[in-house]
Every structure is written in structure tokens, then in C-alpha cells.
């Protein structure tokens, strides 16, 4: 008899794909990471108006759901964020066997939260999560992953970053050539300097202020894009701004000068170590066997 443990993972997105995709290579389970990640990329493509589906929301989720069999995934209905507040089809659960161990994946809408909680021993989440909530700012930038832990508070939470799963994209510095002098690109030497606005989504103020530290961030105030603005837009509005960007071209066709990758943005395993046992132990070491390019060393 096989030992079953709850792990919380993203109900959707890149998070949810970078963690199905590393069961997969461990569990032999290609069919049912591919069904889950194709569902969800047709339902996003629905809820942005990119795809017009023949039948409702409720008969497409009957279809994709396999309530009898805990090995085919589930889905279930969220309230997107966008305008009109459509309903959105997400993952729900899946049971994944691995080894002497079943993964019962559960789609939580914050997985970090979730272990904060207490609800979960082990979770998947992007490690912006922790910056924006628990690391401590100091005026010192973060720069590493690997770092975050040595700045969470033992008394804030108990949850702690085990390793990372590769799908690195960077919060990079940007800003249009008149903030720069000839041949420069922005930095966070750039940044102690600068007086102005600095143009970033909304809620990730605490995540800037740790990735450029405090000593940098005084001078400046935070811009935010307009509702349905594109991002790297408003940077080139605004002046200067961090985007996460993989390659930086769209920056460029707004005039921006790409500039310094100021922390990588990578889905990482997370402990609750205060629920931990010795299953979840068995599937830490699971994720420490994978070879991965990742910013982070595993525990």
C-alpha cells in the first residue's frame, strides 16, 4: 500500500506547467500533464476571447472532469479577474503515483498561503510569493533564490523554499535611452540616482524593494500601468520600470533599453516543516534527484 500526501499547487498558468512538467519526468506521467496543461491553455485562449467554444462552461467542465478516477484530473470554475468577470475553468486535483508514493496534486488559488496555513506540507508556488509577503527588506539587494530563506523570519512562518524548477524569467530594470547616458543601460547603481517614478505591476512593491534593496529604493515612487495598459508601455510612459521579461524584445519595440536581471522569477517547492513527516521527506528527495537548470541549490 502506497503512503498519499496533499501537495498544493497553481490552479493555472506557468507555476502549474513548470510543476506538472516535473512529475511527468519523474512519475512516467506525460499523458496526464499534457491532458491537464492543453485543457488549461484552451480555456485560457476561451476567457481572453481567442477561442470561441461551441458548448458552456458547465458542459465543458463535465467533460474534462473524471470524478470516478482519481489518477484522470478534475477541474472546477473560478471567477476570472478580468473585465466582466467571466468564469473560468481551472485545475481542481490529480493523483500521480511515484514510486512507493502517491502525489495527490491540489489546485490551490495560493499554494504559499496555503502552507502558511498549515493546510499543507509540501507546496508548489513562484518564489515572488515569499518576496511579497514574508522576506525581510534590508538595504542590501536580493539577488538569489537560494538567499530567500536567510531572510524569512523564523517567527513570521514556518515555510521554508526546498529547491526550484527551472522555469527561470527575470524581473529585469528598463528604461528609455533619454534617462541614459550615451551607451548606458539601467542598473541599481542607475537606481540610487534616480529620482522619479518607477513603473511596476500593482502588489509587487515589497518584491522591488527587496530585488534593488532599500538603499536604492528611496528616491523613487511607484507608477502603475492602467487597467488593460500594456506593460512595457507604461514603462516607456512612465521612463524607467522592472518588467519580467524572458527576452526583452517587446521592451525594445517600445524604445526601452533592456537592462539589469534584477532576480529570477522561478516556481519552487516549498516546506511547511512544522507538518512534515517522513513522506514528505521521501518526496524532497524525490525533487532533489532532477537535473535541473535552476537559480536556486536544493537544500
Known amino acids: 500500500m502506497t503512503d498519499t500526501i496533499a501537495v498544493a499547487v497553481p490552479r493555472k498558468g506557468r507555476p502549474l506547467e ?4 516535473r512529475v511527468a519526468d519523474e512519475a512516467d506521467a506525460e499523458g496526464v500533464a499534457d491532458e491537464i496543461i492543453s485543457t488549461l491553455r484552451y480555456e485560457k485562449a476561451v ?5 470561441t467554444p461551441e458548448r458552456d462552461a458547465y458542459d465543458r467542465l463535465a467533460e474534462y472532469s473524471h470524478l470516478d478516477d482519481e489518477t484522470r484530473p478534475d477541474f472546477t470554475l473560478l471567477r476570472d479577474d478580468r473585465a466582466g468577470k467571466p468564469r473560468r475553468i481551472v485545475f481542481d486535483s490529480v493523483d500521480v503515483p511515484v514510486g512507493d508514493v502517491t502525489l495527490r496534486l491540489v489546485g490551490r488559488e495560493e499554494p504559499f498561503r496555503s502552507l502558511r496555513k498549515h493546510d499543507f506540507a509540501l507546496g508548489f508556488d513562484s518564489a515572488d510569493l515569499v518576496l511579497e509577503e514574508v522576506v525581510e527588506l534590508r538595504p542590501d539587494p536580493l539577488t538569489r533564490i537560494a538567499d530567500v530563506n536567510a531572510r524569512i523570519d523564523p517567527h513570521d512562518t514556518d515555510v521554508r523554499v526546498v529547491a526550484g524548477m527551472g522555469d527561470t524569467v527575470y524581473h529585469t530594470l528598463m528604461a528609455t535611452p533619454e534617462l541614459l547616458g550615451q ?3 539601467p ?11 518607477l513603473c511596476i505591476s500593482p502588489r509587487y512593491e515589497r518584491l522591488v524593494e527587496a530585488v534593488v534593496g532599500t538603499r536604492n529604493s528611496e528616491s523613487f515612487d511607484f507608477a502603475y500601468p492602467d487597467e488593460d495598459e500594456e506593460e512595457e508601455a507604461a514603462i516607456a510612459e512612465t521612463g524607467a520600470g522592472v518588467y519580467l521579461t524572458v527576452t526583452g524584445s517587446t521592451a525594445r519595440e517600445h524604445g526601452l533599453v533592456v537592462g539589469e536581471e534584477l532576480f529570477p522569477s ?3 517547492l516549498m516546506e511547511n516543516y512544522e507538518e512534515s513527516g517522513a513522506v514528505a521527506e521521501e518526496v524532497k528527495e524525490l525533487f532533489a534527484r532532477a537535473e535541473t537548470e535552476t537559480e536556486m541549490a536544493i537544500y
Open 18 to 21: 513548470a510543476v506538472l512538467q
Open 47 to 51: 476567457t481572453k476571447g481567442n477561442q
Open 183 to 185: 551607451g548606458d543601460r
Open 187 to 197: 542598473t541599481r547603481e542607475f537606481l540610487h540616482d534616480y529620482e522619479g517614478e
Open 266 to 268: 522561478e516556481t519552487v
